[in-house]
């Protein structure tokens, strides 16, 4: 499994290269998962929905499937801090690529999303796990890099440029057991 986390600013565009990546990836023949960092009392869940009640009276996990798709909720008695790695243990092991959105103080190897007109600092250099910087304002780049910059606006050479690199994201879950 290889893994490669989007880091960068809300507002960057870190969801859609993350939608725009899937597909390119997923043209090559690759079975591609994701990891989405969330703010507080996220829900995926509607009130009044069996789930919702199930939750609501008290489950500590609710598992829904169908024919389709299956869904784990987990309700945490007290807040917890997971880690992307505590979510990539989470996934099914057959998976090329997972892709992890946000987290950008994790230890993950990371492409940075950062465009010059969000008015916010690129993290790139004070970042060693950014590997390459994703953006569609190159030549306003706050500090030069070795690292490579991509063209925020082409996912399919982001794809390719991933896929060349597929061994440097070779994931080790021993690693963070």
């Known amino acids: 499994m290889n893994v490669v986390g989007i880091a960068g600013y809300s507002g960057a565009g870190k969801t859609t290269l993350v939608e725009q990546l899937i597909p390119a990836l997923k043209r ?23 789930t919702w009640r ?8 609710v598992v829904v499937a169908s024919d ?24 099914h092991p057959q998976v090329d690529w997972v892709i992890v959105e946000g987290f950008k103080q994790s230890d993950l190897l990371k492409i ?31 500090q030069s890099t070795q690292r490579p910059v991509l063209d925020l606006n082409d996912a399919e050479s982001i794809a390719a440029w991933l896929l060349d690199q597929g061994e440097r994201f070779d994931y080790n879950a021993e690693l963070y057991a």
Do not use: C, Q
């Not at 090559?28 to 069996?50: C, M, T």
């Open 112 to 142: 940075e999303v950062w465009r010059a007109a969000s008015g916010k600092p690129a993290r790139y250099p004070d970042d060693d796990f950014v590997v390459a910087i994703a953006t569609d304002s190159a030549d306003a780049m706050p």
């Open 54 to 61: 199930h939750r609501e009276a008290g489950a500590f996990e």
């Open 28 to 50: 090559r023949g690759l079975r591609v998962s994701v990891v989405k960092h969330a703010h507080h009392n996220f829900d995926i869940d509607r009130v009044g929905k069996d």
């Open 68 to 91: 389709k798709r299956l869904a784990l909720m987990r309700e945490f008695e007290r807040e917890a801090a997971l880690s992307a790695h505590h979510l990539i243990a989470e996934l």
